[in-house]
């Protein structure tokens, strides 16, 4: 079903993709913004003399997308910013359609905003995740024709006021583990149409498990303010190929605003898939007195099933789903991620061989979407109802409303399998009260609506055991080796699960890593780490105090020991045939105020790759699993000094889905090594060596048949021993125009490196410089922990001259002239 709906007396219409109207800019420059809030929309829009007193607050110029929290998100000294903010700027008006309408596409903005022309609010939405629209014609129309249009010189000023402000009736909860962001943080566009245009077109497809016809099923929505009655549509439905394969033109008389058009088949359908996303699409015209509005979308045939205590099948073929999951975050700019971040991201996360994506905890850009679509990723999305508990009727109709806008708005893309009803329900704190109840009757009522709004797709959660028998697909908490249990204990904790729910999916298992933190001996920490006692979170795991002894808070957070917890998870998963998949959790570092401890602090550092889309050592061990283009990559590319014994043997070893491979260490072979994935780690291809103090230069050589590829590291090895912290040991490169680099090293008295320190470690500037921090990257903090006794950090000369201090505890500052 597709609705409009009436929030606040103001008539906010869900759905009309910008790429399906008829005229679309982006309004990406020109705006102005203010970080706290104002009396009234009028002191946006009053006339002040320049340079009078009346003119502050002062406003920032920013372009969008755009968020509060870019920085403020992973500052380690403060906590982020929530509350009010306000955009403004001014419209140049030219609808080219007689009687036409303009309105705003907002891709999305956090969390609850308010829309005015001149002082005339005309919109409000509540959710920061869904897409909404609003018809700012009438107002434009009544303010041009008004005294103050005169001193706009015929353009239209636009107010937009954005608020993450703390609000316990508002979903998701404060008490998530990411940051609730705020600002105009995905694309603004301004829309013409003609009086009659479409709202949206679903297109339902369906298709046996063999192949053998696709059936089709339009509906069409419309945006009829002026109730026009007759108009004409035609079709065009075109294959991957792009060419047309049905063909129509009908009459239509509009009586209410939604019409089910006639349904069609298509013999021996291309079908959708990760290996072959064949995609179809539709073009639409629709043509009336008042001009003529077209729409394209696209559409894929795909068949899936999940087997009662059994695989996936797609299209009658089991596949094993091998994900990962994203949060819209990202360094520098927070969840203001422009089309071209988010399609390196996409196409990153598609190369380390990833079949699937659970999208994590709201629904996303659209983009991400398309991307789903057309690079071959299926999908899990799902609404922010995210801990805290369940709220009164405002939190309810949120819920209700954002699961309704999640379907509607992404109901034609072939990517989608699952509808996500909520996250980790389980967890209170947000009001007095805690039923289950009550929870568990809110959830079956998401339930039904969701296969009301859709019966093609499943529903799914994660992580609440009391509502486990509502939805069709469960996903239980297992973190074999990080917050329960070590790795090793996985096979088994999964095939429990599997057998208790009909139909099991496992989201959400990793590690976290601090980037460029490495480690001889990873495994030393987990070894006090209780067995048989289970491997699901539970509340206050995440904490880095008290409770049982836990990889999570007693372990060295190392890539060493992450790439160890992957590569077994990965193995065991190629030999459970009943394994429907899994879902690591994340692709990349993301921000969260919950975790103000970390080596970096708020920061997730689960991610495969960094927050500024760095890939650590991990991203080579699921290309390694998943990937079919040749591939060979050996450990430590990041790690410029092992250390150990003299004459110590060492491991070196190579991550690779080539059948074999040689190593060659300083221009000598080491002799071929078969790969194997059950022979953990790194499916055989290892080697011990014993390595003296020196430099090393290591070289491997992986086929696959007459295919070869190969990869490359050095090495230095430290045999001597150093002693206790005593100095900060400081260096500057160059690392582009205007800008260096200072790293540090934490030594002993001798100026040996203290490879094994993890001290918190300060940077601060004096002079004309800037410090390249707030990135929430192991590189891009003021305040970071050490990695292997060392850390870094860029700066911004702007010209000048400047003085960078290092700090850490117990040692004296030092310092450096730039």
């Not at 209700?400 to 399998?417: D, K, S, W």
């Not at 074999?660 to 080491?670: H, P």
Request: hydrophobic share 35%; aromatic share 10%.
């Amino acid at each position: 079903m597709i609705r409009s709906l009436l929030v606040s007396g103001l008539m906010i219409c869900l759905l009309l993709p910008a790429a399906h109207a008829q005229q679309s800019q982006r309004l990406t420059q020109s705006w102005e913004f203010l970080r706290e809030d104002l009396g009234s929309v009028w002191e946006a829009v009053r006339p002040v003399a320049e340079g009078s007193p009346e003119s502050v607050p002062l406003w920032e110029k920013v372009s969008l997308p755009h968020c509060f929290n870019a920085r403020d998100g992973v500052d380690p000294d403060v906590n982020y910013y929530e509350g009010p903010g306000w955009y403004r700027t001014v419209l140049e008006l030219k609808n080219p359609y007689p009687q036409g309408r303009t309105l705003l596409h907002f891709e999305g903005a956090g969390q609850k905003t308010d829309v005015y022309i001149f002082t005339t609010r005309v919109g409000h939405h509540t959710g920061g995740y869904d897409e909404w629209t609003v018809d700012i014609t009438d107002a434009v129309q009544q303010f041009l024709q008004s005294a103050d249009a005169k001193r706009y010189n015929g353009k239209v000023p636009l107010e937009i006021r954005c608020s993450n402000a703390r609000d316990v009736e508002m979903i998701p909860s404060d008490m998530s583990d990411f940051n609730v962001y705020g600002g105009l943080y995905r694309y603004l566009n301004l829309v013409y149409t003609p009086a009659l245009s479409f709202e949206q077109l679903h297109i339902q497809a369906q298709v046996d498990a063999q192949g053998k016809t696709g059936a089709v099923q339009l509906q069409a929505a419309f945006r009829n303010p002026l109730h026009t009655s007759q108009a004409t549509l035609d079709i065009n439905v075109l294959d991957p190929q792009q060419k047309i394969v049905q063909h129509w033109t009908q009459p239509l008389t509009l009586q209410d605003s939604i019409q089910v058009l006639q349904p069609f088949t298509i013999k021996k359908p291309l079908l959708w898939s990760p290996a072959q996303p064949q995609l179809y699409t539709v073009q639409a015209r629709l043509k009336s007195s008042g001009g003529e509005a077209v729409w394209s979308g696209h559409f894929g045939f795909r068949n899936f099933e999940f087997v009662t205590h059994g695989p996936f099948m797609l299209n009658g073929k089991r596949l094993l789903l091998q994900g990962t999951h994203r949060h819209e975050d990202g360094a520098g700019v927070a969840a203001a991620l422009t089309d071209d971040m988010i399609r390196r991201e996409m196409q990153l996360i598609k190369d380390m061989g990833a079949n699937f994506i659970r999208l994590g905890h709201y629904q996303q850009s659209p983009l991400v979407l398309q991307l789903c679509d057309s690079l071959g990723i299926l999908v899990w999305e799902e609404i922010p109802w995210c801990r805290g508990g369940l709220g009164g009727e405002v939190y309810k109709a949120q819920a209700r409303r954002m699961l309704t806008n999640m379907i509607t708005q992404h109901y034609n893309h072939p990517a989608v399998i699952l509808w996500g009803l909520g996250n980790e329900n389980d967890w209170p704190g947000d009001f007095p009260e805690f039923d289950k109840q009550k929870i568990h009757a809110f959830m079956s009522e998401l339930n039904t609506l969701a296969h009301t709004l859709d019966s093609t797709r499943k529903t799914t959660i994660r992580r609440c055991d009391f509502c486990k028998d509502i939805v069709d697909v469960y996903s239980p908490s297992i973190w074999a080796g990080w917050y329960r249990g070590r790795y090793t204990e996985y096979r088994e904790e999964t095939l429990k699960a599997i057998a208790s729910v009909p139909h099991f999916f496992h989201a959400e298992w990793g590690a976290d890593s601090h980037q460029g933190r490495h480690a001889e001996y990873p495994e030393e920490a987990v070894k006090k780490v209780a067995t048989g006692k289970g491997a699901d979170e539970r509340t206050g795991d995440f904490a880095l105090t008290g409770g049982s002894a836990r990889a999570s808070k007693d372990g060295d957070w190392s890539e060493t020991y992450a790439c160890n917890l992957i590569d077994w998870h990965l193995k065991e998963q190629e030999t459970i045939p009943q394994l429907t998949g899994s879902a690591y959790w994340i692709f990349k570092d993301f921000s969260t105020p919950l975790r103000p401890e970390n080596p970096v602090p708020y920061v997730n550092q689960k991610g495969v790759v960094g927050r500024d889309l760095t890939p650590k050592e991990a991203y080579y061990v699921f290309q390694s699993y998943w990937t079919t283009q040749p591939m060979a990559h050996i450990y430590g590319h990041g790690w410029p000094i092992r250390w150990g014994k003299e004459g110590e043997e060492k491991m070196i070893w190579v991550y690779s889905n080539c059948p074999e491979a040689e190593l060659f260490v300083n221009g000598k072979s080491y002799g071929v090594k078969k790969r194997n994935s059950q022979d953990f780690p790194a499916a055989g291809l290892r080697w011990q060596l014993p390595l003296h103090k020196g430099s090393y230069q290591v070289k491997v050589v992986a086929r696959n048949g007459k295919q070869t590829v190969a990869d490359e590291i050095t090495f230095n090895y430290q045999s001597d021993p150093w002693s206790k912290p005593a100095q900060l040991l400081l260096e500057k490169t160059v690392a582009g125009n205007d800008t260096v680099t200072v790293k540090v090293k934490l030594a002993d008295a001798q100026k040996m490196i203290c490879l094994d320190a993890k001290d918190y470690i300060s940077f601060s500037i004096a002079g004309s410089g800037t410090l390249i921090d707030d990135q929430g990257t192991a590189g891009g903090s003021r305040r970071v922990q050490l990695v292997n006794g060392q850390a870094q950090i860029s700066i911004r000369l702007n010209k000048g001259q400047s003085v960078v201090g290092a700090t850490v505890q117990g040692v004296p500052d030092a310092f450096i002239n730039l």
